[in-house]
């Protein structure tokens, strides 16, 4: 796990925009460590950069959960909500696609 954990945080000085290493880091920190501050802090990153995940909000509103910061869960469930009605739904993206 030593050498797994060096490489997120590798990963993380030499592209510190990548929302899957965020996502990674904060999901070791929620699952492993059980560090929920330090997981949700992470997994905020992970979400503001990429906020089509949907696995980093979920993962996210369980940190919040578990921390009991109720609004906290609650706005990022919203987000969550908001980004999800927003995406283009995938057929139509296929659609758009085979019309280039």
Request: aromatic fraction near 12%; proline fraction near 4%; include cysteine.
């Given at each position: 796990?030593?050498?797994?954990?060096?490489?997120?945080?590798?990963?993380?000085?030499?592209?510190?925009?990548?929302?899957?290493?965020?996502?990674?880091?904060?999901?070791?920190?929620?699952?492993?460590?059980?560090?929920?501050?330090l997981?949700?802090?992470?997994?905020?990153?992970?979400?503001?950069?990429?906020?089509?995940?949907?696995?980093?909000?979920?993962?996210?509103?369980?940190?919040?959960?578990l921390?009991?910061?109720?609004?906290?869960?609650?706005?990022?469930?919203?987000?969550?909500?908001?980004?999800?009605?927003?995406?283009?739904?995938?057929?139509?993206?296929?659609?758009?696609?085979?019309?280039?």
């Amino acid at each position: 796990m030593d050498r797994i954990w060096k490489s997120f945080l590798r990963s993380l000085k030499l592209n510190p925009d990548l929302p899957s290493t965020y996502y990674w880091i904060g999901v070791v920190y929620l699952r492993r460590k059980q560090q929920y501050n330090l997981a949700a802090q992470y997994l905020l990153q992970a979400v503001q950069r990429a906020p089509g995940s949907g696995a980093a909000y979920q993962s996210l509103i369980q940190c919040y959960r578990l921390l009991g910061d109720d609004a906290k869960a609650e706005e990022q469930t919203r987000k969550y909500r908001e980004a999800m009605r927003s995406a283009q739904p995938l057929s139509d993206l296929k659609a758009v696609l085979e019309t280039q």
